[in-house]
Structure formats: structure tokens, C-alpha cells
């Protein structure tokens, strides 16, 4: 028994929804929540336009609050309008805005819209997008064409629950042409995916003192130990002069002696 009111809620909710999209499709609807309050059943109605969705004096809202009632046996709905913060991002829009353009213009222009819309999507920071369009565009049998940008998962985890997907049709002379529509959202995190940190080394004000402070001493040391380098090399040229000088000086006195002895000798064997 409980199975079966759940699945009847979800109905009465798909229901709801559908119904809602039939009546605000070219107003920029996106989609519905539902929620339960102890006051009644409170639906959330996103779109781009608010304003065409409330009417003058909310007119378009009492309208279909009487709806509501009448259709689907609903005590007391009340019905909020919230504005999309980044259109381009949300699936249900893009599927809209593509069909709404082929039943303006036809199928002839399919691949421009295919191009723009998907290159507005990954300007608003989707990591992947993927249009296929499919039906008899333009040619007489049917084909379908496929538009994709970025990185989208195709399988897994990721793409099961996080990748945001919308189906839609255009009804067209030549007949049905069928447009889904793939978003790989911006804030998904993947479990390949690897970020790159920088180290950051924290420094108090006495290191940046000391770093500051070394380069300079060495700059005064270096040229120190040239001055004193080259007053040693004075020193010995210095040291080598004055020993050549010595040198000089002492010979002729030898010589002086050793002839004063000649002489000596001389004289005294003569005697």
C-alpha cells in the first residue's frame, strides 16, 4: 500500500510539472519543485522571466492556482517564482530555447543554433556540453547530427547522477525532429582529477631579516678579501725588493775584504 501512494505522488508530481511547461514554455521555464508544508503544497517555479510568469497583478498565477485545484484535487498550492541564476547551465532551458528556435525558423538553420547555443554553453563555464539533433534536417530522410565541446562522461558514477540531461521535440512540417541535450556542470568534482598545490613556506620577520642582511655581508666581504689579498702580494714584491738590495750591497764588501787580505799576504812576504 505504501508503494503504491508513492508512486501516485510522483505521478500527481510529473503531472504537475508537464502541465506547467505546456502553459510557461516560452516564458523561459525551467522546471518545478514540490514541496509539503504544514500549510499546503508549495511549488517552486524557476525561470528566466518572472515577471511574464507573475502577469499584471499576478493575474497568471491566480490563474493557475484555480487550475491547480480544480485539475489535480490540490487543498491550498502556492505557487513562488524563482529567477535562474545562469541560464546557460541549466539543461531544461537549452532544450527549450533549441526547440523554440527550430518551430521560429525551421530545420534549414539547424546547425548554426547547434554552434551558438552550444558555444554559449561552454562560455558560461560548463566542462563539457553535447546537442544531438535528430529527424529529417534538412534532407528528406532522417539523420541526426551531433554538437560537442569540453570533457563529458559518458559512463560511471559521474554520469549517471551529475550529468544534467534534457530530451524535447519540435514540431515541424516535414515532421518531428528530436533535440537532446547534455551538461557536464561546472562544480563536479571527478575522482581522476588532480590539483597541483604550491608549497608555501611561512617565514617569520627574524628570517626575513637574516635573508635580507646575508647578501650584504657578503658583498662587504668580498671586496675585504681582495683589499687584503692584494696588500700580501705588496709585501712579498716588498720582502723580494729588500733582499735583492741586501743582496747588492753585501758582494762589493766581500770583494773589499777578500782583496785587503791579497794585499796583506802581499806585503808580508815581501818583508
Excluded at 524557476?46 to 484535487?73: C, D, M, S, W
Excluded at 527550430?102 to 560548463?126: I, P
Excluded at 519540435?170 to 518531428?176: D, E, Q, Y
Aim: hydrophobic content about 30%; proline content about 4%.
Amino acid at each position: 500500500m505504501i508503494e503504491r501512494q508513492f508512486i501516485s505522488q510522483k505521478l500527481k508530481e510529473k503531472q504537475i510539472q508537464d502541465y506547467l511547461h505546456s502553459q510557461l514554455r516560452k516564458t523561459g521555464y525551467s522546471h518545478t519543485e514540490i514541496k509539503r508544508t504544514p500549510l499546503g503544497e508549495k511549488i517552486v517555479v524557476y525561470t528566466t522571466h518572472p515577471g511574464i510568469v507573475v502577469g499584471r497583478k499576478g493575474e497568471n498565477i491566480q490563474r493557475l492556482t484555480a487550475t491547480l485545484k480544480k485539475r489535480f484535487k490540490m487543498e491550498n498550492p502556492q505557487i513562488e517564482i524563482a529567477e535562474l541564476q545562469n541560464p546557460m547551465l541549466d539543461v531544461n532551458y537549452v532544450c527549450d530555447r533549441i526547440v523554440s528556435v527550430l518551430e521560429r525558423l525551421g530545420s534549414q538553420r539547424f546547425k548554426s543554433v547547434g554552434y551558438k547555443t552550444l558555444q554559449s554553453v561552454m562560455d558560461a563555464g560548463a566542462m563539457g556540453a553535447e546537442i544531438i539533433i535528430s529527424g529529417k534536417v534538412p534532407s528528406a530522410r532522417a539523420k541526426k547530427w551531433r554538437f560537442s565541446a569540453g570533457y563529458l562522461k559518458k559512463s560511471g558514477d559521474a554520469s549517471e547522477n551529475y550529468v544534467q540531461r534534457a530530451y524535447d521535440y519540435a514540431k515541424l512540417k516535414p515532421g518531428v525532429i528530436g533535440v537532446r541535450v547534455s551538461i557536464m556542470p561546472p562544480d563536479l568534482v571527478l575522482g581522476d582529477r588532480i590539483d597541483i598545490k604550491e608549497r608555501i613556506i611561512q617565514t617569520t620577520e627574524k628570517q626575513l631579516v637574516e635573508i635580507k642582511e646575508e647578501p650584504k655581508k657578503e658583498l662587504t666581504e668580498t671586496p675585504k678579501k681582495e683589499e687584503s689579498l692584494q696588500q700580501e702580494k705588496e709585501k712579498k714584491k716588498e720582502k723580494k725588493s729588500t733582499k735583492s738590495k741586501k743582496e747588492l750591497t753585501e758582494t762589493p764588501k766581500k770583494e773589499i775584504i777578500i782583496e785587503n787580505k791579497e794585499l796583506k799576504n802581499g806585503n808580508n812576504q815581501e818583508n
